[in-house]
């Protein structure tokens, strides 16, 4: 699978996704966030941590989340909410997971109030900073208008 993040002016990003599971995908323009688009640090904190049934792992079996569309109008026979319904505990998980290790990297506060214990070791996070850091500089490094390519499942 293949995943198009391409850079918009305002800092916005929209997303393709192709050669997966289920008809081509497209998520609308939106804004990146403080650093990095929120569905890019899935697909790096996956990777790092070997997650294949999380956001990206479901996408690429042909989950249908809120927000994406097809590329090309029309119905296609493989429903992508029975993906999620049959994987959607370990979507959750993964995304706990993707938001701790950002916390984390981006030195936000992982003690305290509303936060419970740490969901990732200390082997995990050093896994997912260094990859977050090199992510963070590919993004940095495309141009307004051009586009970051992640291969699922490949890229590291």
């Given at each position: 699978m293949e995943i198009?993040?391409?850079?918009?002016?305002?800092?916005?990003?929209?997303?393709?996704?192709?050669?997966?599971?289920g008809p081509d995908v497209r998520l609308p323009a939106r804004p990146v966030?403080?650093?990095?688009?929120?569905?890019?640090v899935h697909a790096v904190v996956e990777t790092a941590l070997g997650i294949e049934d999380?956001?990206?792992?479901?996408?690429?079996?042909?989950?249908?989340?809120?927000?994406?569309?097809?590329?090309?109008p029309?119905?296609?026979?493989?429903s992508g909410l029975k993906v999620l319904r049959r994987g959607g505990d370990a979507v959750?998980?993964?995304?706990?997971?993707?938001?701790?290790?950002?916390?984390?990297?981006?030195?936000l506060p992982v003690e305290g109030r509303g936060l419970g214990p740490a969901l990732l070791d200390a082997d995990a996070l050093?896994?997912?900073?260094?990859?977050?850091?090199?992510?963070a500089a590919r993004w940095a490094a495309v141009p307004e208008?051009?586009?970051?390519?992640?291969?699922?499942?490949?890229?590291r």
């Open positions: 198009s993040f391409r850079k918009l002016p305002d800092h916005r990003h929209e997303i393709l996704v192709r050669a997966r599971r966030g403080p650093t990095l688009p929120h569905d890019l999380g956001f990206w792992g479901a996408t690429a079996r042909g989950a249908t989340f809120e927000g994406f569309e097809p590329v090309v029309g119905r296609h026979r493989r959750l998980a993964a995304e706990l997971s993707v938001n701790w290790a950002y916390r984390v990297w981006r030195g050093a896994r997912t900073g260094p990859r977050l850091d090199a992510a208008g051009g586009e970051l390519l992640w291969r699922w499942g490949t890229d």
